[in-house]
């Protein structure tokens, strides 16, 4: 018999015994459903990069010891979690002879008036610790908490620790407008859309007018678009938007300066010389090829300089210095990294460099925001600017009557050398990265480079920078997808210099990271997806179905055995799309763009001709599907090249025929692209986030023209047609 689990022998070693303390995988089953266990040194390298030395068996089990004791003597977890309309029970430890209590205080600071019963625990455990006899108790915790983040209070005798309460609703709620109907929306990459207005790159202002015109024109009720976290504040930036700098923070590189209010009041010179640098960008926006963001960034940042130094009136000053103050100590911390990254260079590997030997708080950092007062701000004032327009456009798109609105995307990470990491040092870990392990996709696996945030510093902290960036995100969308979704129950952790194969899962506290989620999406009357593709555990896919948070549904991998399945029989509580960012548009991947791509950069492990007649093989038999479940006419496929709008129309078809609530529709289908706007597993070998929004004869559409577009007009039919 094939082994399944660990040994009893191996389960008994201390090593073993601490990393499943630590919440580290030992073992794992692969995407193959193969057996793996994790090697040794892994292991001690993954727990060495939390702190804990298990460098020999004395040290793992002196780790063990006291890790588990540090446990045992806490009154309670720093953290815990409530269910609102449940009577739920927290364990607390407690001396033996002594009474405890409890109280909370709700998160608006007054006291919750109820009374918190304390009872004897429904498993008790009794252990000495130090010559005192310490069991469990159970604080019970009503339930009519409100919904929030409160503090528990426990007493005990003469000591108290405090507990961060996160109290969530046990779902995310849907809209009113999305129950009992399945909504459709477009699927976007913002930066590639332009407009006569843009500076070479699409920007927030684009987006509102995509929003509203999506509406209008053609009835959707969401657009999906990139993540649009920070990137860095000065050239070169990265193409990557799941690569950012910061996700707590918003991408000013999308600011528009016209709609700055700032930018009506400017006097005649200011205003021509910002007028000027627009024209000189303006070139960019014909470019087919390639999307500059370069270019665009080192005129658009003179112009918002500009803008900057011009000042505000009282009001508008007024709201800049709340911003300052409810972002507070983050976004000082993150404007002090674009200050330096400004005046000092980007943050590089050295030890000795600004990025590992000077934190936040230091008197260098102070000494530098002293000496450039101005710079400092105008990173916070863009931060302002960038938040506000984004916030607008989605604010357009609600009363334009979109159900949901902006759907934002949430990268998995954030880069190693970013302002998140600077600023919270204790949150991510260092000496690992993020990836994933061998799968059909990928033998050799994949390594993200970023750093994972560190679970025992998210449980300490009651998880403050991850609920600041759900709140961020939720306060300017009305949906928010999730890339990568089941990293809030585990990642896989490679220790630096190991290959990605050489890794292991470590496990997060999905519970607390769903309660915050389904908080912040009430308070935003938003929905929550979650990128779910691939193999995902069972237990994954039952807390993502009670908490109602949809996952993803991709026409192209709706097959098994190399049979395309009927769309009647795919997820209801899904996003449905024909394909994703990581694959070539439809009528490029009919077209075996991907195998193209793929044989041009030499990223085939398989003989190239085996590879192409799998592709071969794929693609006759979705042909196959469309035709028997009478979404194609045969005749069409006699010559394909020539009716390719309506072979990608009927994979638009089979989309409207699933059962999903959610379906996306890929603007750059609907214009007729062929090119992949990122292909895994290269860097610039392929010019990734980089290609410009065009038609099937390669010329540039712009977002005037855009919903006069014929093909777009057709495909818009189909998805607001009756379903079959």
């Given at each position: 018999?094939?082994?399944?689990?660990?040994?009893?022998?191996?389960?008994?070693?201390?090593?073993?015994?601490?990393?499943?303390?630590?919440?580290?995988?030992?073992?794992?089953?692969?995407?193959?459903?193969?057996?793996?266990?994790?090697?040794?040194?892994?292991?001690?390298?993954?727990?060495?990069?939390?702190?804990?030395?298990?460098?020999?068996?004395?040290s793992a089990s002196r780790s063990l010891h006291d890790?588990?004791?540090?446990?045992?003597?806490?009154?309670?977890?720093?953290?815990?979690?409530?269910?609102?309309?449940?009577?739920?029970?927290?364990?607390?430890?407690?001396?033996?002879?002594?009474?405890?209590?409890?109280?909370?205080?709700?998160?608006d600071g007054s006291a919750y008036e109820g009374a918190?019963?304390?009872?004897?625990?429904?498993?008790?455990?009794?252990?000495?610790?130090?010559?005192?006899?310490?069991?469990?108790?159970?604080?019970?915790?009503?339930?009519?908490?409100?919904?929030?983040?409160?503090?528990?209070?426990?007493?005990?005798?003469?000591?108290?620790?405090?507990?961060?309460?996160?109290?969530?609703?046990?779902?995310?709620?849907?809209?009113?407008?999305?129950?009992?109907?399945?909504?459709?929306?477009?699927?976007?990459?913002?930066?590639?859309?332009?407009?006569?207005?843009?500076?070479?790159?699409?920007?927030?202002?684009?987006?509102?007018?995509?929003?509203?015109?999506?509406?209008?024109?053609?009835?959707?009720?969401?657009?999906?678009?990139?993540?649009?976290?920070?990137?860095?504040?000065?050239?070169?930036?990265?193409?990557?938007?799941?690569?950012?700098?910061?996700?707590?923070?918003?991408?000013?590189?999308?600011?528009?300066?016209?709609?700055?209010?700032?930018?009506?009041?400017?006097?005649?010179?200011?205003?021509?010389?910002?007028?000027?640098?627009?024209?000189?960008?303006?070139?960019?926006?014909?470019?087919?090829?390639?999307?500059?963001?370069?270019?665009?960034?080192?005129?658009?940042?003179?112009?918002?300089?500009?803008?900057?130094?011009?000042?505000?009136?009282?009001?508008?000053?007024?709201?800049?210095?709340?911003?300052?103050?409810?972002?507070?100590?983050?976004?000082?911390?993150?404007?002090?990294?674009?200050?330096?990254?400004?005046?000092?260079?980007?943050?590089?590997?050295?030890?000795?460099?600004?990025?590992?030997?000077?934190?936040?708080?230091?008197?260098?950092?102070?000494?530098?925001?002293?000496?450039?007062?101005?710079?400092?701000?105008?990173?916070?004032?863009?931060?302002?600017?960038?938040?506000?327009?984004?916030?607008?456009?989605?604010?357009?798109?609600?009363?334009?009557?979109?159900?949901?609105?902006?759907?934002?995307?949430?990268?998995?990470?954030?880069?190693?050398?970013?302002?998140?990491?600077?600023?919270?040092?204790?949150?991510?870990?260092?000496?690992?990265?993020?990836?994933?392990?061998?799968?059909?996709?990928?033998?050799?696996?994949?390594?993200?480079?970023?750093?994972?945030?560190?679970?025992?510093?998210?449980?300490?902290?009651?998880?403050?920078?991850?609920?600041?960036?759900?709140?961020?995100?939720?306060?300017?969308?009305?949906?928010?997808?999730?890339?990568?979704?089941?990293?809030?129950?585990?990642?896989?952790?490679?220790?630096?210099?190991?290959?990605?194969?050489?890794?292991?899962?470590?496990?997060?506290?999905?519970?607390?990271?769903?309660?915050?989620?389904?908080?912040?999406?009430?308070?935003?009357?938003?929905?929550?997806?979650?990128?779910?593709?691939?193999?995902?555990?069972?237990?994954?896919?039952?807390?993502?179905?009670?908490?109602?948070?949809?996952?993803?549904?991709?026409?192209?991998?709706?097959?098994?055995?190399g049979v395309f399945l009927d769309p009647h029989t795919?997820?209801?509580?899904?996003?449905?799309?024909?394909?994703?960012?990581?694959?070539?548009?439809?009528?490029?991947?009919?077209?075996?763009?991907?195998?193209?791509?793929?044989?041009?950069?030499?990223?085939?492990?398989?003989?190239?001709?085996?590879?192409?007649?799998?592709?071969?093989?794929?693609?006759?038999?979705?042909?196959?599907?469309?035709?028997?479940?009478?979404?194609?006419?045969?005749?069409?496929?006699?010559?394909?090249?020539?009716?390719?709008?309506?072979?990608?129309?009927?994979?638009?078809?089979?989309?409207?025929?699933?059962?999903?609530?959610?379906?996306?529709?890929?603007?750059?289908?609907?214009?007729?692209?062929?090119?992949?706007?990122?292909?895994?597993?290269?860097?610039?070998?392929?010019?990734?986030?980089?290609?410009?929004?065009?038609?099937?004869?390669?010329?540039?559409?712009?977002?005037?023209?855009?919903?006069?577009?014929?093909?777009?007009?057709?495909?818009?039919?189909?998805?607001?047609?009756?379903?079959?």
């Amino acid at each position: 018999m094939t082994q399944r689990v660990e040994t009893p022998q191996r389960l008994a070693r201390p090593l073993i015994r601490l990393a499943r303390a630590m919440g580290i995988a030992t073992s794992y089953i692969g995407q193959t459903d193969d057996y793996h266990e994790i090697n040794d040194d892994v292991i001690v390298a993954v727990l060495g990069a939390l702190g804990v030395d298990a460098s020999d068996d004395e040290s793992a089990s002196r780790s063990l010891h006291d890790v588990l004791d540090t446990r045992r003597r806490r009154l309670v977890a720093p953290t815990v979690l409530h269910t609102v309309g449940v009577r739920d029970r927290v364990r607390i430890d407690t001396a033996i002879l002594e009474a405890p209590s409890a109280s909370v205080t709700l998160e608006d600071g007054s006291a919750y008036e109820g009374a918190l019963l304390v009872e004897p625990a429904e498993h008790p455990e009794v252990r000495a610790i130090d010559g005192t006899f310490i069991a469990n108790a159970d604080v019970v915790l009503p339930a009519d908490l409100p919904m929030g983040y409160h503090t528990l209070h426990v007493q005990v005798g003469e000591r108290s620790q405090d507990a961060v309460l996160v109290s969530a609703p046990d779902t995310v709620e849907e809209p009113e407008g999305m129950k009992d109907r399945q909504l459709w929306g477009w699927m976007a990459q913002l930066y590639s859309i332009r407009s006569a207005s843009s500076w070479g790159v699409g920007d927030f202002e684009d987006l509102k007018t995509l929003l509203i015109g999506a509406k209008h024109r053609t009835g959707a009720d969401f657009v999906l678009i990139n993540p649009v976290h920070a990137s860095e504040p000065v050239s070169p930036l990265t193409p990557s938007p799941y690569l950012p700098v910061s996700r707590r923070f918003v991408n000013f590189t999308y600011i528009r300066p016209e709609s700055i209010d700032e930018y009506g009041t400017l006097d005649d010179a200011s205003r021509a010389q910002v007028d000027e640098l627009h024209d000189q960008a303006e070139p960019l926006n014909g470019d087919a090829q390639l999307i500059d963001r370069d270019a665009m960034w080192r005129v658009k940042m003179r112009a918002l300089w500009l803008i900057f130094k011009a000042g505000r009136d009282d009001a508008r000053q007024a709201v800049f210095e709340r911003f300052k103050q409810d972002a507070g100590a983050d976004l000082d911390a993150f404007a002090s990294w674009c200050l330096c990254y400004d005046k000092w260079g980007a943050p590089t590997d050295d030890a000795n460099g600004w990025q590992n030997a000077l934190g936040a708080d230091s008197e260098a950092i102070a000494s530098l925001r002293a000496q450039f007062p101005d710079t400092f701000d105008f990173y916070r004032w863009l931060e302002w600017v960038a938040t506000d327009q984004l916030r607008s456009a989605q604010q357009a798109a609600r009363r334009a009557g979109m159900v949901l609105g902006v759907m934002s995307d949430m990268a998995v990470g954030v880069h190693p050398r970013g302002a998140d990491v600077w600023g919270h040092p204790d949150g991510y870990v260092h000496g690992v990265t993020v990836g994933a392990p061998p799968d059909y996709f990928n033998q050799q696996g994949q390594d993200w480079s970023q750093p994972p945030m560190n679970p025992v510093e998210l449980a300490n902290s009651g998880y403050r920078i991850y609920r600041d960036m759900v709140h961020g995100m939720f306060s300017q969308a009305g949906a928010v997808r999730i890339d990568h979704i089941l990293g809030l129950f585990r990642l896989w952790w490679i220790p630096q210099g190991k290959a990605p194969t050489e890794g292991t899962y470590v496990h997060y506290d999905a519970g607390l990271m769903l309660g915050i989620l389904c908080i912040e999406a009430r308070r935003a009357h938003g929905i929550v997806v979650g990128e779910d593709l691939g193999v995902v555990p069972k237990s994954v896919e039952e807390a993502l179905e009670q908490h109602r948070i949809l996952g993803c549904a991709v026409e192209w991998f709706e097959q098994r055995d190399g049979v395309f399945l009927d769309p009647h029989t795919w997820r209801t509580n899904a996003l449905a799309s024909v394909n994703t960012h990581d694959l070539p548009p439809a009528a490029g991947y009919l077209a075996y763009e991907q195998v193209k791509i793929r044989e041009q950069l030499q990223l085939l492990t398989m003989p190239a001709e085996e590879f192409r007649a799998s592709a071969v093989r794929e693609h006759n038999a979705m042909l196959q599907m469309l035709i028997e479940r009478g979404f194609l006419e045969p005749s069409m496929v006699e010559d394909e090249s020539a009716h390719i709008q309506q072979i990608v129309e009927a994979l638009y078809r089979v989309l409207k025929a699933a059962p999903s609530r959610l379906l996306a529709a890929s603007i750059v289908d609907a214009v007729g692209e062929t090119r992949a706007q990122n292909q895994p597993g290269t860097n610039n070998e392929y010019p990734n986030w980089r290609i410009p929004l065009a038609d099937a004869d390669g010329k540039v559409v712009p977002l005037e023209q855009l919903y006069d577009n014929a093909r777009l007009k057709s495909l818009a039919a189909i998805m607001n047609a009756p379903k079959r």
